[in-house]
């Protein structure tokens, strides 16, 4: 061991579970709850000093493990099932080194579990590979977060080549020899950041969308969300299976976009579009930005980029290249994006840009972000309606990533519940003013959730 290096000597997990404060629809599926894994994980360095790390995802199952075939609770369970799994392999696993060397040198073993569950319940859905990393990422947080409380930095002052004095060649392969990872993350964070919003499928627009009051004094409709947190990004969701529909709801989010814009004196605000996947091709993606520029030219200016349109199953579909597409827009890999492999196969495929999730593990994000970086791709971090320590977690990847320009944090929206206790700690992340939150905060030691 180089005295830098950590072993994994203990670690502890279990659940919280919260209701969201209204639905939010995934992929045609409205989702009204959310189970969070919380894990503590305690390091231990060869001169046998010690130290406890926290890390927490939602676990996200209608986005990580779709299935027509099994119920919620059934592909939850599959994930429960799997962060037993995942505990026991860290647990158990022996390994010394960095974080990064530690997880990525476990992440085969971490896979097999999928396969293992799948196998045993003769599952005609099988596991995902998301569904693994979503579950292993809490693991993965806690692990950097212990390295980080151990040497008293904050965890992205840990990846510089005291270190990790390796190139990240045995990562990413020869073409990264004599490149570092240090050499694609900033120390410090960026000091502030515009807050992507989500405009949900089933979310009111106007006043009289409102069917059914929530009550709790917190914004009922778009223009409300616009004025009181002073929004300039709007990220957009729309269906993908009905064209007429998609049109129509971003003409109208963008009349009422510009209404409180105008009565803010705000004249430069961005709109991001997510169809979950669910357009059938991508002719679906290229004939709705066509008519989406005839209906408002100013509204289709405004759309900064695309979310992964089409089947995650990037082989399964080689038929959807987004090629001509990407020439309208900016088109980033999301759901796909799972290793440098299929990185590389969305490139291919014409896609010109990468979002990166925590929920997919610190340690894969900050490998990914440095070959997007190399490629010269378009670069944002996306939210799986993160709240507490997961939403710190997202953030400081957006705010310590190059080139990214904008945090999605919908949490605040959906599920403040699970933010109330986080809120006064950090002022400006929890609760955004002037559209932007407070990064600055997010140079903590660890990855600065708990200390």
């Known amino acids: 061991m180089r005295a830098t290096d950590v072993r994994v000597r203990d670690l502890y997990f279990e659940y919280e579970d919260f209701r969201y404060r209204t639905p939010i629809k995934f992929g045609g599926v409205a989702l009204d709850r959310v189970t969070l894994l919380n894990v503590r994980l305690t390091v231990e360095s060869g001169a046998g000093k010690s130290a406890t790390g926290f890390g927490s995802m939602p676990l996200g199952n209608v986005w990580a493990y779709p299935s027509r075939v099994l119920t919620y609770d059934q592909t939850l369970g599959a994930m429960r099932f799997l962060a037993s799994r995942v505990a026991d392999a860290y647990r158990l696993c022996g390994l010394s080194g960095h974080p990064i060397d530690i997880t990525h040198r476990l992440e085969p073993e971490l896979l097999l579990a999928g396969n293992d569950f799948t196998a045993i319940h003769r599952l005609s859905d099988p596991v ?75 979310d009111p627009i106007t006043p009289e969308d409102v069917a059914q009051p929530v009550g709790d004094g917190r914004p009922e409709h778009l223009a409300e969300w616009i004025t009181r947190d002073g929004l300039t990004h709007l990220k957009i969701k729309l269906n993908g299976d ?114 990166f999730k925590a929920c997919k593990g610190q340690t894969q994000t900050l490998l990914l972000a440095a070959a997007a970086q190399k490629y010269g791709l378009f670069r944002c971090v996306q939210d799986l309606t993160c709240v507490g320590a997961s939403l710190i977690h997202s953030a400081s990847l957006a705010a310590h990533i190059p080139g990214v320009a904008a945090i999605e944090s919908n949490g605040r929206q959906y599920c403040p519940a699970a933010n109330a206790a986080w809120d006064a700690k950090f002022p400006g992340v929890f609760t955004v003013t002037g559209g932007s939150m407070n990064t600055a905060l997010l140079n903590g030691v660890g990855l600065g959730a708990v200390s």
Not at 269 to 293: A, H
Request: aromatic share 10%; net charge negative; charged share 25%.
């Open 242 to 355: 009905d064209l007429g529909w998609d049109v129509e709801r971003c003409v109208r989010i963008n009349a009422v976009a510009e209404g409180a814009q105008r009565a803010r004196g705000v004249t430069a605000w961005w709109y991001s579009l997510d169809f979950n996947e669910r357009c059938q091709n991508v002719g679906y993606l290229i004939e709705f930005l066509q008519k989406l520029r005839e209906r408002t030219p100013a509204g289709y200016d405004r759309v900064q980029y695309v979310e992964q349109p089409t089947a995650r199953d990037l082989n399964a579909h080689p038929e959807n290249k987004m090629h001509a597409a990407a020439k309208l827009k900016p088109v980033v890999i999301d759901e796909s994006l799972l290793d440098l492999e299929s990185l590389k196969l969305s490139m291919e495929m014409g896609y010109t840009g990468v979002a």
């Open 128 to 202: 995902p590979k998301l569904a693994v990393l979503v579950v292993a990422s809490a693991f993965d947080a806690a692990l950097h977060d212990a390295y980080g409380k151990l040497h008293g930095l904050n965890c992205f002052r840990t990846y510089t080549r005291e270190f990790l004095p390796d190139d990240l060649s045995p990562y990413l392969g020869a073409e990264f020899s004599g490149l570092h990872l240090d050499d694609f993350i900033t120390h410090e964070p960026k000091p502030s950041m515009p807050l992507y919003h989500l405009v949900g499928a089933l």
